[in-house]
T-cell receptor, first 113, second 112 residues
Framework: NAGVMQNPRHLVRRRGQEARLRCSPM?????VYWYRQLPEEGLKFMVY????????ESGMPKERFSAEFPKEGPSILRIQQVVRGDSAAYFC???????????FGPGTRLTVT | EDQVTQSPEALRLQEGESSSLNCSYT??????LFWYRQDPGKGPEFLFT???AGEEKEKERLKATLTKKESFLHITAPKPEDSATYLC?????????????FGKGTLLTVNP
């Protein structure tokens, strides 16, 4: 039973470029969450999605960041016009429902040069 | 605002030396408290969920307990492979009850 999959594992972007992070949830899970982990800080919630719906994006910056979870395919976290402060590890988690434990993927480490 | 504070920030033990990690939390209402283990360069690995005060869960050398204000992760006779960062998170009731609020973690090092 494959776990949560994320790709790429490492991503390097120059300032001003776009970053696209992908997440495939565990089989049978239709709830996806994105978190960001900055150096020396804890994991911070960004957004919660179900298939084709954004349920809670209260933790996501208002500009440059967007997320989707289409009917077919992985969830995508998109960061436009990246800046150095976006460098972090981005983790995706999935669950079978909002009241269940969340299972995390291996993360995408974004470096902005 | 929901808050989670973990202590100590770092803990160094000798193999076989038992100890406890603390997680203090402040939430309007608790739906669940979660413990995760995170190894360097990897994603958090789920360990336990606790739902109500007095509840206990065990897995190998780990036991998690919960009170109304804090949770403890007890490590009995640890081994070097238990070295990792242990994360505590809360799932609050009401409002945005979807997200987990995490503490900064306790970095555990077990020396052979």
């Amino acid at each position: 039973n494959a776990g949560v999959m994320q790709n790429p594992r490492h991503l390097v972007r120059r300032r001003g470029q776009e970053a696209r992070l992908r997440c495939s949830p565990m089989k049978g899970h239709s709830h996806v969450y994105w978190y960001r982990q900055l150096p020396e800080e804890g994991l911070k919630f960004m957004v919660y999605l179900q298939k084709e719906n954004i349920i809670d994006e209260s933790g996501m910056p208002k500009e440059r960041f967007s997320a989707e979870f289409p009917k077919e395919g992985p969830s995508i976290l998109r960061i436009q016009q990246v800046v150095r402060g976006d460098s972090a590890a981005y983790f995706c988690a999935s669950s079978p429902g909002p009241d269940y434990e969340q299972y995390f993927g291996p993360g995408t480490r974004l470096t902005v040069t | 605002e929901d808050q989670v504070t973990q202590s100590p920030e770092a803990l160094r033990l000798q193999e076989g030396e038992s100890s406890s990690l603390n997680c203090s939390y402040t939430v309007s209402g608790l739906r669940g408290l979660f413990w995760y283990r995170q190894d360097p360069g990897k994603g958090p690995e789920f360990l336990f969920t606790l739902y109500s005060a007095g509840e206990e869960k065990e897995k190998e050398r780990l036991k998690a307990t919960l009170t109304k204000k804090e949770s403890f992760l007890h490590i009995t006779a640890p081994k070097p492979e238990d070295s990792a960062t242990y994360l505590c998170a809360v799932h609050a009731s009401g409002g945005s009850n979807y997200k987990l609020t995490f503490g900064k973690g306790t970095l555990l090092t077990v020396n052979p």
